[in-house]
């Protein structure tokens, strides 16, 4: 069994003001993604510009923020927004889904693509490479605050979190950092060193993300007020992921068989 590294949630507080990691590991995500995706720019015919990447980045993050929060009140907490539709806002309290971000993402790529004339999945397949290094951070940050963590286990490296009952639990916010984080991006950058048809590296990114986070909730404990779905074993993180792994083999799919699509 591992020592918890009981590290403080919080980084710095400024009287009432509290940065605590979790929050730093989303600066930590948009800034590295900002320089990944302007090195990109900087390419030969790349059709991109550092200025189009600022703004880009911009566009993401509101949809990051504001679907993450959405998406996690809906999709894990919708009861309580029946019941009080404030909590909504009620961002202190925690709580942001992936799958939530991923859709406002692609909503504010959207009108963002219509305001500069391009097409969304090009924009989505030439920023999906360099999502996983945020992905991965925010995992570290969960796992600093002793969040999210796994079910039981007797494997060597089960720890116990402060917050997680006496028994040793799977670090599954690492086995994430690890799949979301580090494999992901090893396998986005290189697929997408090569020119591949518009859909291939956004399918790609779906694909890859539905399964990694398919697979780790097998160990990762599921949301105590929500439990299983179905069958005693799906989680809404699985439910949520499979639809993710089947468009983006579509998508896949789609893009090598009609390249030119539009």
């Known amino acids: 069994m591992l020592k918890f590294p009981e590290i403080d949630p919080v980084v710095v507080s400024l009287g009432p003001l509290s940065i605590r990691w979790y929050g730093l590991m989303y600066l930590v995500g948009f800034v590295s993604g900002y ?14 510009n550092k200025e189009q990447v600022s703004e880009m980045v ?19 907490n919708f009861a309580a927004f029946l019941e009080n539709p404030i909590v909504l806002i009620q961002v202190w ?3 942001m889904s992936f799958h939530g971000g991923l859709i406002g993402v692609m909503l504010a790529l959207g009108l963002y693509g219509r305001k500069v004339g391009k097409n969304v999945f090009d924009i989505l397949d030439f920023a999906a490479p360099a999502v996983p290094i945020g992905l991965g951070a925010g995992r570290i940050g969960n796992f600093i605050g002793g969040e999210l963590w796994g079910r039981t286990t007797d494997l060597p ?14 670090p599954s916010q690492l086995y994430q950092a ?7 991006f090893v396998i986005l950058w290189l697929f997408s060193q090569t020119t591949r048809p518009r859909y291939a590296v956004t399918g790609m990114f779906g694909f890859l993300y539905g399964s990694f986070r398919f697979l780790v909730e097998f160990v990762r404990q599921p949301d105590a007020h929500l439990n299983f779905i179905a069958f005693d074993w799906l989680t809404m993180g699985q439910l949520l992921s499979l639809p993710m792994i089947i468009i983006g083999l579509g998508l896949i799919v789609f893009a090598y068989r009609k390249p030119a699509a539009v």
């Open 35 to 48: 320089f990944l995706l302007a090195k990109r720019a900087a390419k030969p015919n790349s059709g991109w």
């Open 58 to 76: 911009f566009y993401g993050a509101m949809g990051v923020i504001l679907g993450g929060r959405v998406g996690y009140v809906l999709f894990y």
């Open 93 to 95: 309290n925690g709580g």
């Open 157 to 170: 490296w089960g720890m116990i979190f402060p917050s997680g009952g006496p028994e040793p639990r799977h």
């Open 178 to 184: 690890a799949l979301e984080g580090v494999a992901m």
